[in-house]
């Protein structure tokens, strides 16, 4: 493959990480993007460099519209363009609705799916001078069926797939594809601090009857940014064991 650069947000831990990973071993030139974790992230890098790939690590507070445009920016400088967007870095803050305060709900939405448009905006002005591209937004099952204890996160991550929907429409006379991974329960550090109560219960609504890995959702997102997936846009694509049908 001719050297294609990817970017990864929220890439220093968890399904970012294993998303990197994963584009790195189909030879893409990885840049992990991390908001505060750098030892985390320049740790990916490091792991990838060392498998004999190309990466590095770079910092953005993808909620801050200007700071992802200077981001961008440089990307481009420095690589000449950008082949595949991966829109993972979001954060929770749950809390039932009728308790959740104003900063706890803009706090997710800003991260989840403002920070989403931001990156999707600045790059697809590259993407649509290049005629071809991949972008990939990381939803939720949470976005697909709502959640209790997540009006944030769940309008945020619903959002992301009428964003998704939305560009894919108009980017794809260019040849830009534009899809969504909704992962279901999958074992990172944001289901681990969950109680066992909790987890035994979320399984009990998983066909497959187990949590998934953060690799399994990093192959569906390698498989969005091959050429395989070059007439698959718009589309929402569950890896949840069967959750949310």
């Known amino acids: 493959m001719a050297e294609k650069t990817a970017i990864v947000t929220g890439a220093s831990r968890g399904i970012g990480r294993a998303i990197a990973l994963e584009l790195a071993g189909k030879g893409y030139k990885v840049i992990l993007n991390y908001c505060g974790s750098k030892v985390r992230a320049e740790q990916a890098a490091e792991e990838i460099c060392a498998a004999g790939g190309q990466a590095k690590a770079v910092q953005c507070d993808v909620s801050d519209y200007i700071a992802c445009e200077t981001f961008i920016s440089n990307i481009i400088k420095e690589e000449g363009r950008i082949d595949v967007l991966v829109n993972n870095a979001g954060i929770t803050r749950d809390g039932l609705l009728m308790k959740m305060s104003e900063e706890d709900f803009d706090a997710v939405i800003n991260t989840n799916l403002k920070g989403c448009f931001h990156c999707m905006r600045f790059v697809s002005r590259q ?95 390698a498989f969005l940014a091959s050429e395989d997936a070059a007439y698959i846009t718009g589309q929402v694509i569950h890896v949840d064991g069967g959750m949310v049908m």
């Open 127 to 221: 993407m649509l001078k290049q005629r071809s591209g991949r972008i990939i937004n990381l939803s939720s099952v949470s976005g697909v069926a709502g959640n209790a204890g997540q009006a944030n996160y769940a309008a945020s991550k619903a959002g992301v797939i009428g964003l998704t929907k939305t560009a894919a429409k108009e980017l794809a006379s260019r040849g830009i594809t534009v899809n969504a991974i909704a992962p279901g329960f999958i074992n990172t550090e944001m289901t681990e601090v969950l109680s066992d109560a909790v987890k035994e219960g979320a399984r009990g609504q998983i066909p497959l009857g187990h949590f998934g890995r953060p690799e399994d959702v990093a192959k569906a997102a």
